[in-house]
């Protein structure tokens, strides 16, 4: 048995090259290290592509903005930011390009990438300063430039903020804020109360009037808002609780 099995001759072939070059059934453009990408990604392929060989038309831009904003509502910045500049590449719409490079300093924010941020907010009031997200974009870069240590031009951006869109709650917050930081308590009052106006009666908000009261003396007041301010901070507390 033994001697019919060494009479038996596998078929030697061509053999290898010397030096040996391995091959692949998968081109090379969508050569990927795993470590890299997240393997839940299906968007993975498309990224690895070169974005000339993808015409702009067969993207929809939208539908990626949207992918985008998903990402931001899972806490997951890092991809939000990358879509987003897809959305900006791919869009030949400058409304939806605005909108992406809003969120896409929004994301850099969360991640305390703060010159990413501004960068972000600067490309989109470039391109149009005075359309609808152009608001956004004011008062986004005008906290961004605060955090920043800008405090001279984050009032400049939070006083534009608020006269392209009056009704803007949160640019009136930003607004009254920054003036308070300053020593305009009176100013910084009349802000908040125009953000309570429209809406934004927040803990953050309530707590600002209370102190921007308690420095003009008008501690009754204040004391009466800061009270509020804790309840609606328990409420929401007790409602991540549930």
């Known amino acids: 048995m033994d001697e019919e099995r060494d009479e038996h001759r596998f078929s030697e072939g061509q053999g290898f090259d010397d030096p040996y070059e391995g091959f692949d059934l998968d081109p090379p453009e969508l050569d990927v290290d795993p470590g890299m990408v ?6 993975v392929v498309a990224d690895t592509l070169d974005a000339r060989q993808i015409p702009t038309d067969q993207v929809d831009a939208e539908a990626l903005l949207d992918v985008g904003l998903d990402y931001m509502r899972i806490n997951r910045f890092e991809q939000a930011t990358e879509t987003m500049e897809r959305v ?16 896409k300093g929004a994301a850099h924010a969360e991640l305390e990438e703060l010159d990413e941020a501004i960068g972000a907010y600067r490309e989109a009031i470039a391109l149009d300063d005075d359309s609808e997200h152009a608001a956004t974009a004011e008062t986004n870069l005008a906290y961004a430039l605060w955090e920043s240590g800008r405090h001279e031009q984050a009032l400049d951006h939070a006083e534009r903020a608020v006269e392209l869109d009056p009704r803007f709650p949160q640019a009136w917050y930003n607004r009254g804020f920054f003036l308070l930081e300053r020593g305009l308590a009176e100013d910084a009052v009349d802000c908040f109360d125009n953000a309570i106006r429209l809406g934004h009666r927040s803990v953050e908000v309530l707590g600002e009037k209370a102190r921007a ?17 804790e309840q609606l901070r328990q409420r929401a507390e007790e409602r991540l609780v549930e």
């Open 88 to 103: 900006a590449r791919f869009t030949d719409d400058d409304r939806l390009e605005q909108e992406a490079w809003v969120n």
């Open 38 to 43: 997240d393997p839940v990604d299906s968007r």
């Open 213 to 229: 009261l308690e420095e003009l003396g008008r501690d009754d007041e204040a004391e009466e808002l800061a009270d509020e301010a």
